[in-house]
């Protein structure tokens, strides 16, 4: 088992550039979450998406937009990108009914200039 | 007030030292409670887990909950440089679907 992949590892995008960040598991996990992790802020989630087919909004959605393809592939998607969204951002999946274990994946390192 | 407090450090200890880290909850619906280890520059990654009130040992680490004061707590035996990481405490919300709540992570160092 891979576990939760995350491409790509680095980014550097202009601003106004758009990309998507994708994320695979293959854990048959049914939730699957996108966080920001910023230096003093923790981790903060953007989306989730509690089963296929749904999606939520967490802290921080603004400027974000996610689909979640089908159960294994949960994409994050910059449409116009912008410096305050230089971060690193982890996947991180879920299997329902289960209340404390969430695994990660290794994350993706976007700079934003 | 957000829902879980956690001093972020750092945190800088002598080998073989006891480490304590701490977290505070405002709910105290919460059940699960739960610490995840993550090193520089990977995800984090669960270190242990503990429901309801009480002590949970796994090695050289020790997971305490008291709900009446609505505090958890992580401790660290005879610490190891390979313990240096973020620690994060994290609440499971009581209900189903929703995510995870993280403190913000304390940065451990330990030096030889």
């Known amino acids: 088992n891979a576990g939760v992949t995350q491409t790509p590892k680095f980014q550097v995008l202009k601003t106004g550039q758009s990309m998507t960040l994708q994320c695979a598991q293959d854990m048959n996990h049914n939730s699957m979450y996108w966080y920001r992790q910023d230096p003093g802020m923790g981790l903060r989630l953007i989306y989730y998406s509690a089963s296929e087919g749904t999606t939520d909004k967490g802290e921080v959605p603004n400027g974000y937009n996610v689909s979640r393809l089908n159960k294994r592939e949960f994409s994050l998607r910059l449409e116009s990108a912008a410096p305050s969204q230089t971060s690193v951002y982890f996947c991180?999946?879920?299997?329902?009914?289960?209340?404390?274990?969430?695994?990660f994946g290794p994350g993706t390192r976007l700079t934003v200039t | 007030q957000k829902e879980v407090e956690q001093d972020p450090g750092p945190l800088s200890v002598p080998e073989g030292a006891i480490v304590s880290l701490n977290c505070t909850y405002s709910?105290?619906?919460?059940?699960?409670f739960m610490w995840y280890r993550q090193y520089s520059r990977k995800g984090p990654e669960l270190l242990m887990y503990?429901?309801?009130?009480g002590n949970k040992e796994d090695g050289r680490f020790t997971a305490q909950v008291d709900k009446s004061s609505k505090y958890i707590s992580l401790f660290i035996r005879d610490s190891q440089p390979s313990d240096s990481a973020t620690y994060l405490c994290a609440i499971s919300p009581p209900q189903a679907g929703t995510a995870l709540i993280f403190g913000k992570g304390t940065t451990l160092s330990v030096s030889s």
């Open positions: 991180a999946s879920h299997i329902t009914g289960s209340s404390y274990e969430q695994y």
């Open positions: 709910n105290s619906a919460f059940q699960y």
């Open positions: 503990t429901y309801s009130s």
